[in-house]
């Protein structure tokens, strides 16, 4: 402490500026079920957050609300202080704003890998051809398939494939990127070239929501980690204290089943 205790201190950047991602008092069911339970969530700028939980336990919801593309009974979901928009121009862009990469990769099949990554930023933004050509290319790059460009999707492996959904998602210049358990689908030998973008990008700042049960991802680039357990956030602390001392019985039987092997 310097200063003294009368001193009003000057308020600095990151103390003023809303949180990257707010969730506050978030309801959601399915019918009956109770889906997500009063979920309290801020996420900082440049925050990358492991979500953690067996499965059904609303890991997924909770990435799809952020997006809209699940709505939400009651609370409020604010990204960079703005409250959801229900419809219209201002979803786009705030969908835009918020890039995810699912489980299975969804690439368009019929279009070549460049064409993947340029279809959307051709139709949303209003930049030149040859702009978010130039653009695509070089997020091809840094994904390490630049090379692949002029291939379709099913002539590259699933590690690549999911290296190109990142670049597509990563090709509308999103604040947010969501990842929903990316690397699940691929064989294993490949898991690792996909978790290397990833770590790179977090090193670069960008804000991250990461469901995985990928431990390694999580010790080497998490802030922070969250576990769920029947649609609620029960941990939420960093990474080597929810690994090393995690409090409930529900984080320790879940730890004990996926390192156990
Ligand atoms: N569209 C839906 N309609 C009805 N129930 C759903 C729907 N999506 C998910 N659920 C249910 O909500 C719960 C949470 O699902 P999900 O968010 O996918 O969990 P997780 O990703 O942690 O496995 C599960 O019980 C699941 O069956
Ligand atoms: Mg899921």
């Not at 990257?20 to 399915?30: E, L, R, T, Y």
């Not at 690439?107 to 930049?127: D, E, G, M, S």
């Not at 922070?224 to 649609?231: Q, Y």
Request: with cysteine; hydrophobic share 40%.
């Amino acid at each position: 402490m310097t200063g003294s205790p009368t001193q009003v201190p000057e308020p600095s950047a990151t103390a003023t500026a809303p949180p990257m991602i707010a969730m506050k008092d978030v309801q959601k069911h399915f019918g009956e079920l109770h889906v997500l339970k009063d979920i309290n969530l801020e996420v900082p700028r440049g925050q990358v957050v492991v979500v953690l939980g067996p499965s059904g336990s609303g890991k997924s919801t909770l990435c799809r609300t952020i997006n809209r593309l699940e709505p939400i009974d009651s609370g409020d979901i604010r990204i960079e202080g703005k409250s959801l928009p229900a419809e219209g121009k201002d979803l786009a862009r705030l969908r835009a704003d918020v890039g995810m990469v699912f489980q299975s990769f969804n690439l368009f099949a019929h279009k070549t890998i460049l064409q993947n990554v340029t279809l959307a930023p051709t139709k949303v933004r209003k930049q030149s051809k040859s702009e978010v050509n130039a653009r695509a290319l070089e997020l091809l790059e840094r994904v390490g398939i630049a090379s692949q460009k002029d291939k379709y999707p099913a002539q590259l492996s699933g590690g690549q494939q999911q290296r190109v959904a990142i670049a597509r998602a990563l090709a509308m210049n999103p604040k947010i990127m969501l990842f929903d358990e990316p690397t699940s689908a691929l064989d294993p030998e490949m898991v690792n070239e996909v978790l290397d973008v990833m770590v790179s990008l977090a090193k670069e700042g960008m804000t991250m929501l990461v469901v995985t049960h990928e431990m390694g991802f999580a010790r080497q680039a998490a802030d922070r980690v969250i576990f769920m357990a029947d649609g609620a956030v029960i941990e939420d602390t960093d990474p080597d204290t929810f690994f090393d001392h995690p409090k409930t019985d529900r984080a320790k039987d879940f730890l004990g089943k996926i390192l156990g092997h």
